[in-house]
């Protein structure tokens, strides 16, 4: 098991196709979640969020510190949940909030922590 103190597989200076496969794993939930029937939604919710064994491993497969990836989507899920009422603004905020999980995915692969966005 790994632990923040540990190197993570990302830190060489060329990604690994298993580390390619883990991200992709990890954007189609985020897809779910953001854009899925509500079903899927529901059960990537429960990964991303409440899902901590499996999470870690998964990310840390990709190369991602699960901390700040999860603090990161934090940040999108309390946007997103602002964004309910607001019509029009609601495809607006959850394309932006699918922008900033896609940064997320290359800023916390390389172990930086900090907000979203500007």
Known sequence: ??????SLPHENDHELPE???????IATTVDEWLHGP???????????FLDNQDFRTVCYSAGIDPSHF??????????????CTLGRRTVIARR???????SSLEF????????LGP
């Open 1 to 6: 098991m790994w632990s923040d103190k540990d």
């Open 19 to 25: 580390q390619k496969l883990w991200r992709a794993v």
């Open 38 to 48: 509500l079903a899927r939604q529901r059960e990537a919710e429960r990964f991303l």
């Open 70 to 83: 999860r603090i990161r989507l934090e940040k999108v899920r309390a946007v997103e949940g602002r964004g």
């Open 96 to 102: 932006r909030a699918q922008n900033e999980v896609e």
């Open 108 to 115: 916390c692969s390389q172990g930086q922590s900090g907000a």
